[in-house]
């Protein structure tokens, strides 16, 4: 396969992990927009929001959980943002569903 996060997950692409279970894993971005900015995938490859259903609530809600889980141990009392870009329009740079947790410094809405 040829997703960029699909061989972050398999570990064929080095990366920084933060948090890997079961379902799900994080990973420090690259390309860091705040001092704090994780990126949590699915270990399927889902390729956006859009090509979820309510089959996969469960996986959504432990996904969010685990930026919760992510935000607490970095220790982001002060808030954090959670971000989800779905298609070329939303901003989406990599066809595998992701959640970025951003954090660490004020942000202001809107995003951009």
């Not at 079961?22 to 699915?42: E, T």
């Not at 298609?87 to 954090?103: E, F, K, M, R």
Request: with cysteine; net charge negative.
């Amino acid at each position: 396969m040829s997703c960029l996060f699909c061989k972050i997950i398999e570990g064929s692409i080095p990366s920084a992990a933060v948090f890997q279970d079961d379902l799900g894993y994080a990973f420090a971005d690259i390309n860091p927009q705040a001092p704090v900015h994780v990126l949590i995938v699915p270990r399927e490859h889902i390729s956006s929001l859009d090509d979820t259903d309510r089959n996969d609530s469960a996986l959504l809600g432990h996904l969010l959980s685990a930026a919760a889980e992510i935000a607490r141990s970095k220790q982001l009392d002060g808030g954090y943002r959670i971000v989800v870009n779905t298609g070329q329009d939303g901003g989406q740079t990599v066809d595998h569903l992701h959640l970025h947790l951003l954090g660490g410094r004020p942000l202001t809405w809107p995003p951009g």
